[in-house]
C-alpha cells in the first residue's frame, strides 16, 4: 500500500499555493483536545467568530489547524506515515487552492471563490483522518471491485474536468487574462498529478480514500456544466 511503503521519494515537486494566501486566523480559547471532538459549527460559537465571511473563513481554518495537530500527535509512532500525510495536505489545500483560482478567473472575479478555499479545509482533514485510520490497519490493504471502480471513476472524473478545463473559452473576453488561467491550470494539472503520484496505483481502501477529492471539486464542475 502506498501510503504506509518505506521506500522512494516524492518524485513530484510541492507547487507553492496560488492566488489564495492563508488565513490569517483571530487568536480563540477553544483547546484543540476540544475542538477534535465538537463540530465546525460549535467551534465556531466556542470560539466566539462572528458571522463576517472573514470571521467564518478564520473559524474553519482554526479548526482545520486544531484537527491536524491532533493527526499529528496520533501519529507520532508512525512518522513516515505522518510526513505523507502531511505532503497529502498540502497537495489537497494547494488543488482547492488552484480550483478557486480558476473558478475566479472564468467567472470575472468574485469574491465567494476565495472564502471557499480555506473554509475546504476541514473536509481535507476528514479525508486525511481516513487515510490514517485505513493506512494504519489491516483494513487499508482490502482490494475488491468497489474499490478499483472507485479510483476509476474518480480518474475518469478528473480526466473529464481536465480535458474540459483545456478546451474551455470564455463568453466574454474583457476581464479574462488568459496568462493567469493558464498558470492556474497548470498549478490545478501538476498538483493532481502529485496526488496521484503519492497515492500509487494500489487499487485498494487506502488509495480509493484518497482518490476521492479528485473525483469532485469545489467549483469547477459547477461552472463546467452550466456552460454545457
Not at 492566488?19 to 466556542?46: D, M, R
Not at 473558478?103 to 468574485?110: C, D, K, T, W
Not at 494504519?136 to 474499490?147: I, V
Request: net charge neutral; charged share 20%.
Amino acid at each position: 500500500m502506498a501510503l504506509t511503503s518505506r521506500g522512494g521519494r516524492f518524485g513530484a515537486a510541492l507547487m507553492v499555493l496560488v492566488a489564495f494566501s492563508p488565513v490569517h486566523a483571530q487568536s480563540f480559547s477553544v483547546p484543540c483536545t476540544l475542538a477534535e471532538k465538537i463540530s465546525l459549527y460549535t467551534f465556531g460559537l466556542q470560539g466566539n467568530y462572528d458571522d463576517s465571511e472573514a470571521g467564518q473563513d478564520a473559524a474553519a481554518y482554526d479548526y482545520s489547524q486544531c484537527l491536524a495537530a491532533g493527526l499529528s500527535r496520533d501519529l507520532l509512532k508512525m512518522p513516515q506515515l505522518s510526513a505523507r500525510l502531511v505532503t497529502l495536505r498540502k497537495l489537497y489545500r494547494q488543488l482547492n487552492a488552484a480550483d478557486g483560482q480558476l473558478a475566479s478567473v472564468m467567472e470575472g472575479g468574485g469574491t465567494m471563490y476565495a472564502h471557499g478555499v480555506p473554509r475546504s479545509y476541514p473536509e481535507v482533514e476528514t479525508t486525511l483522518r481516513t487515510l490514517a485510520a485505513l493506512a494504519g490497519s489491516k483494513y487499508g490493504a482490502a482490494t475488491g471491485p468497489q474499490f478499483t471502480a472507485s479510483i476509476r471513476g474518480s480518474r475518469q472524473a478528473l480526466s473529464a474536468r481536465l480535458s474540459l478545463l483545456e478546451g474551455w473559452t470564455p463568453s466574454e473576453k474583457n476581464s479574462f487574462d488568459p496568462a493567469v488561467y493558464k498558470s492556474a491550470l497548470k498549478t490545478y494539472k501538476d498538483t493532481a498529478a502529485a496526488i496521484m503520484k503519492l497515492l500509487g496505483d494500489h487499487n485498494d481502501a487506502a488509495t480509493a480514500a484518497g482518490y476521492v477529492p479528485l473525483g469532485g471539486s469545489l467549483f469547477l464542475d459547477d461552472i463546467l456544466n452550466n456552460n454545457d
